[in-house]
């Protein structure tokens, strides 16, 4: 379940930055990012996330923002499995809306080359080798 949590963050900030937009639902107002097409069917972990959530907001409730903790998840489950450490900055704020389309274009495809892989993660300020130990976990 680690490298899914690691995925959620992932592709979470892939799509407008950290702000866990990826962890909301549909709503009359815009289509999330739930089911774009990099995400549907193959998102795991929501449910985790669920769980230690209301465990969280029980003993600290509206203290941490999602997004801080989605990037604290994924680093945490990592660690869990013995994969290295690294420190999370706080301070993100949730988004209120999210957007399926911006998903689509953000999130590279799994049918990507090596080169568009590298073109799409320097896009976001990614190595080649961050990329590869990134890909190596999802």
């Known amino acids: 379940m680690g490298a899914s949590l ?3 963050h992932f592709h979470d900030c892939f799509v ?16 999330g990012e739930k089911n774009a097409s990099p995400n549907a ?4 972990g929501f449910e985790v ?15 941490v923002s999602c997004a801080d ?16 450490s690294w420190t999370v900055s706080l301070g993100r ?19 990507l080359n090596l080169s568009g892989l590298i073109s799409a993660f320097s896009n976001k300020d990614f ?5 590869v130990a990134l890909l190596g976990y999802v």
């Open 6 to 8: 690691l995925r959620l």
């Open 16 to 31: 407008n930055g950290c702000d866990a937009s990826i962890l909301l639902d549909d709503t009359t107002n815009f289509t």
């Open 41 to 44: 069917n193959s998102m795991r």
């Open 49 to 63: 996330i669920d769980t230690i959530e209301s465990e969280l907001e029980s003993k600290c409730p509206g203290i």
């Open 69 to 84: 903790f989605l990037a604290v998840v994924a680093r945490n489950s990592i660690v869990a499995l013995g994969g290295p």
């Open 93 to 111: 704020r949730d988004s209120t809306t999210a957007s399926q389309s911006a998903a689509n274009i953000s999130i590279p495809p799994p049918t």
């Open 127 to 131: 190595t080649a080798k961050e990329m």
